[in-house]
């Protein structure tokens, strides 16, 4: 019996498992990752590594004066990003700021598997490219009222979770963690409206809050 209820179990778990939807690949994926490979000889100073949140942040004009290297995709995810490691550790960044997770979550990922994602890469950072050290920062929340994309509604409950679970992580792998909630979040903890035309992504006046606020914490 406790043989027939352990096989009963993993067959549950295998299940559970095959139906986490963990692709990436799209024609605009390629192309960035087609970009950013033939890119990974050169060395920088600092990376920002994300979704479009990352990439529409004109980083190396907001930080004149370092190599900084964008390497955001839009549409990406957690799996996205483990998959494109190799030419972004190459690049031997001496900071490497991180923000995914908010695709996954729209598609339906459970917060574990991001979070165990999120392990998986820093792993590789860390293996890869130690010098390099790597900041945490909070996903961001959405503003609800201007929110474009249905798959994305009533998804800030999971981004206060996945959030919780970055923290510890930092924690565990002794890293900074940036909470950007405190100055791109409004009293109910939804993305300032004024930062935002769709709801999630930001305005040119949110990206000079974003790195004023990174100077202003010494982390740039």
Same mark, same amino acid.
């Given at each position: ?16 498992q ?15 990752y ?16 994300g979704?479009s ?16 290297s ?6 990406d ?6 998959? +494109? #490691?190799? $030419?972004?550790?190459?690049l ?7 923000? %995914?997770?908010?695709?996954?979550? !729209? ?20 293996t ?38 970055? +923290? #510890?992580? $930092?924690s ?7 909470n950007?909630h405190? %100055?791109?979040?409004?009293?109910? !903890? ?19 809050i974003?790195?004023?606020y990174l100077?202003?914490?010494k982390?740039?």
């Amino acid at each position: 019996m406790v043989a027939l209820a352990l096989c009963m179990f993993w067959k549950v778990a295998a299940h559970a498992q095959s139906k986490i939807d963990s692709s990436y690949s799209n024609w605009y994926y390629d192309a960035r990752y087609e970009l950013y490979n033939h890119l990974k000889h050169h060395k920088a100073d600092i990376v920002f590594l994300g979704n479009s949140i990352t990439e529409r942040g004109n980083w190396a004009e907001l930080i004149p004066g370092k190599i900084v290297s964008n390497r955001g995709i839009g549409g990406d995810n957690s799996f996205g990003v483990l998959a +494109r #490691l190799e $030419a972004v550790t190459a690049l031997k960044p001496k900071k490497l700021f991180l923000m %995914i997770g908010v695709n996954d979550l !729209g598609r339906g990922l459970p917060v574990e598997v991001i979070l165990n994602n999120y392990k998986r890469i820093i792993r590789h950072i860390q293996t890869e490219s130690p010098r390099t050290k790597i900041y945490l920062q909070s996903v961001l929340p959405m503003n609800e009222n201007k929110l474009n994309y249905d798959y994305l509604k009533g998804k800030n409950v999971l981004v206060k979770q996945l959030n919780d679970g970055i +923290r #510890l992580i $930092a924690s565990e792998y002794k890293l900074e963690f940036i909470n950007l909630h405190e %100055i791109m979040a409004d009293e109910n !903890g939804e993305l300032r409206e004024e930062l935002t035309s769709d709801g999630i992504h930001l305005n040119t006046v949110a990206y000079k809050i974003w790195v004023n606020y990174l100077k202003n914490k010494k982390y740039l």
